[in-house]
């Protein structure tokens, strides 16, 4: 009698083996512990990556990786990808894991990412950002209480959630664009938290809060709402750099994704309402800096122009397909 297997459980399997190859090809042994800075055993870490059609950014992500690669599980899960993101990935990162899924999906591959991984904590990191192994090392040092390094910089201990700080790369954005992201990221509800952030870190007892992603818009939205303001942290030092849109309808077309993404995980009941994002939180910035009105104008005009094209999209029934920015891809 033949064993039915689900997919996510074929994939462990076989990312779990390619894994155990790899480490006897490459002449060492894989332990699932290693000695850390104050001289206890540690877990070793995992990293999972969905990555759909990032061939131009994913070399460049797993080369910053590279240091870690001896003591941290690397898995890149590429969905619905035509282009050459898997084989970069491959060539670049033969230490890592590479899933390659059919179909194009971000939910799934964070699950499939899951379903191989072993040990924790656990990094959710997106394929498109760029971010460094020291930085990578201080997000689980927060969620493990251990320092990265003795003459590191401090990161609070024991927490169940951590992100990296994000930057943004605006490099050949229009104006509007520019001045929106400069409003846009004083707002309270984007200082703090998991949302946003595209690097996220979390322990085994943090992951064990949930089964499965959703399989809706909005991970990070989810995943933050589970953990509440004392059990989460950015870190200051931990510096990641997120693309932003170049072109003001790429602009508004992903802010009313993450729209719709955010209103459809709250009318799930998967988090409760969103705050620090909308008047009030515009009259906080206002108060803290009243230079930011010159950038006001631009922020309300992205925002409603999202909010029209979100509701349009529910309208024709199209709100929950991906709409791709592919101006913060092209090289």
């Known amino acids: 009698m033949l064993l039915q297997l689900d997919w996510l459980t074929a994939y462990a399997v076989t990312s779990r083996l390619a894994t155990l190859r790899r480490r ?6 894989f332990t699932p512990q290693r000695q850390g800075v104050s001289g206890k055993l540690l877990s070793v870490p995992s990293i999972v990556i969905p990555a759909h059609q990032e061939e131009h950014s994913i070399g460049g992500l797993l080369a910053a990786l590279a240091p870690l690669s001896a003591d941290t599980e690397i898995i890149v899960v590429c969905n619905g990808c035509r282009d050459r993101t898997a084989e970069v990935a491959r060539t670049v ?6 899933l390659d899924l059919p179909t194009g999906s971000k939910p799934a ?19 498109d950002v760029r971010i460094d192994a020291a930085a990578v090392s201080l997000m689980f040092a927060a969620v493990r209480g251990e320092p990265a390094a003795p003459d590191g910089p401090s990161v609070p201990g024991g927490l169940d959630a951590a992100a990296a700080s994000p930057t943004y790369d605006l490099a050949g954005a229009s104006w509007l664009v520019r001045s929106h992201q400069r409003f846009w990221q004083r707002l309270p509800a984007n200082r703090h938290g998991l949302a946003g952030t595209n690097a996220m870190t979390v322990s085994r007892a943090g992951r064990a809060r949930f089964t499965r992603w959703p399989a809706l818009i909005g991970d990070d939205y989810f995943l933050d709402g589970l953990f509440g303001p004392a059990e ?29 993404g955010n209103r459809d995980i709250r009318t799930a009941g998967l988090r409760t309402v969103h705050t620090g994002g909308g008047a009030g939180g ?16 631009a922020h309300l005009i992205v925002t409603v122009a999202a909010r029209l094209l979100s509701w349009w999209r529910r ?10 920015d592919g101006s913060r891809r092209k090289t």
Do not use: N
């Open 315 to 324: 309208r024709r029934g199209t709100s929950g397909v991906w709409f791709r």
């Open 93 to 98: 990162a033969p230490w890592a894991t590479v």
């Open 24 to 29: 006897l090809w490459e002449g060492r042994r």
């Open 282 to 297: 515009i009259a906080v910035v206002l108060r803290r800096e009243p230079g930011a009105i010159v950038d006001l104008p």
């Open 232 to 260: 989460k942290a950015r870190i200051p030092a931990a510096i990641v750099t997120r693309p932003t849109s170049r072109r003001f309808r790429d602009c508004i077309s992903r802010k009313a994704r993450i729209h719709q």
């Open 109 to 127: 591959a964070l699950d499939a990412g899951d379903a191989a991984a072993t040990s924790f904590p656990r990094m959710y990191l997106d394929a």
